[in-house]
């Protein structure tokens, strides 16, 4: 195999993932920033992707559950916090809640997470397996998308403001949130990751997680693009948007 | 199978499980308690037992990373937090090594596990695998120890304070914070095994699990006595004292 990439090298390397795969260029998310989602579409995405806010604290549990590395540990509880808040109505899954319901979902139904599609799931799962069962150092690059996030998130809240009328500062401050706490995680991680993966072989799997990682997303707009946008095949049992617009 | 237990009755047989097998009455901690363990014996336990420390926040991160209920994960990352602290030089582990010092081990001696008995580390593995892999119900009951453990870590404090010179409230703070933080835990365990286990089989699978971590417990002063007590028979590679009184 080559020679080990030096740092800049890894980062440039790993950056050049987020350019060529992350989901900000999905068609689903351009739709999504033109203003062109029905409502209906609209709910089903923000169904879906509550099955993945629900599944990161699991996968940052898991993350921790690992790590012998006291500082990896301390570092990376305060996305576990972040999340799941430390008191009913706080944190990001709750924020999330908040948006399912400006966005006209029902909360229980949300929370349940009936109707969610299964490719969905099966996303979120191996994603929560990957972390699980591979090498420390490949679970923490697996979280890099988060390098990517921020411009992401900032474009969504400028288009849903613009084009949709349920998007107002309640709604969306889970993204508000998310730009804060995402340049700060990502920080850690993506020093870890240049730290720890030292040979070729080891910043190999390291890009290969991140391309994992962005399958994860890109896969989940796939299954929405094919229920709810074209060709519009609905499997059985899953969220039935009751108007079009 | 029986009838179900009402929760005053499951209580009380949790208990009972405490005052028959919970490891206070180990001839170990009874050498200990009256003043009679060298320091080359204690400083086997400090470091033995350090593996237990480290393991715990592996343990209760798993246990969080398996939790679809966010009530439960919010309750339950307090004690990661307890043991791992927020920075450098907070945190149970962290006064674990004061401890550790205190007894006369090198600090990074201890910290890299080596010496450890056999016995131990493959007596908290179980404990983690155990919380990994059961139902969560039992893993909770799992950590339900902790409803003795304040009078023990009274005992020994006395103890320790007694008859030990190198006993002083530094190198005993491990002891004093697990006087406030075990009650607050163990509270809100107790509640989740009585208010979860509803059918006589849930219930008892959950005394079994309570009964499983005494077992944890005790076997690793069974394997401390063995090799550094009576016959004093220590294993190859594991910690040599290096002076007894």
Same sequence: chains 1, 2.
């Avoid at 260029?25 to 099955?51: I, S």
């Avoid at 009913?88 to 229980?108: F, K, M, N, Q, Y």
């Avoid at 988060?146 to 992401?152: G, Q, T, V």
């Avoid at 998310?178 to 870890?192: C, Q, S, T």
Wanted: net charge negative.
């Amino acid at each position: 195999m080559s020679r080990a990439f030096d740092r800049a090298e890894l980062e440039a390397a790993l950056r050049r993932i987020g350019e060529e795969r992350y989901h900000d260029k999905h068609p689903f998310h351009v739709l999504m920033h033109e203003g062109r989602l029905t409502q209906g579409q609209l709910q089903a995405w923000v169904l879906n992707r509550f099955y993945y806010q629900k599944s990161i604290p699991l996968k940052d549990a898991s993350l921790i559950a690992r790590a012998d590395d006291i500082d990896l540990r301390r570092a990376w509880i305060s996305r576990v916090i972040d999340h799941d808040g430390t008191r009913p109505g706080d944190g990001g899954i709750e924020r999330w809640l908040v948006l399912a319901e400006g966005v006209g979902l029902d909360r229980s139904y949300v929370a349940s997470c009936e109707g969610v599609l299964p490719a969905t799931r099966f996303a979120c799962e191996a994603y929560v397996r990957f972390v699980r069962e591979k090498t420390l150092v490949e679970a923490v690059a697996s979280s890099l998308t988060e390098l990517f996030a921020p411009d992401l998130h900032k474009t969504r809240i400028d288009a849903l403001l613009a084009h949709y009328p349920f998007a107002s500062e309640p709604t969306l401050a889970y993204f508000r949130t998310r730009l804060v706490e995402a340049p700060k995680d990502v920080a850690f991680g993506l020093d870890y990751v240049l730290s720890h993966a030292m040979t070729r072989e080891q910043q190999e799997l390291c890009l290969a997680a991140l391309c994992f990682k962005t399958d994860v997303l890109w896969a989940q707009l796939d299954a929405l693009h094919h229920a709810y946008v074209s060709p519009g095949l609905i499997p059985p049992g899953a969220f039935q948007p009751e108007q079009r617009r």
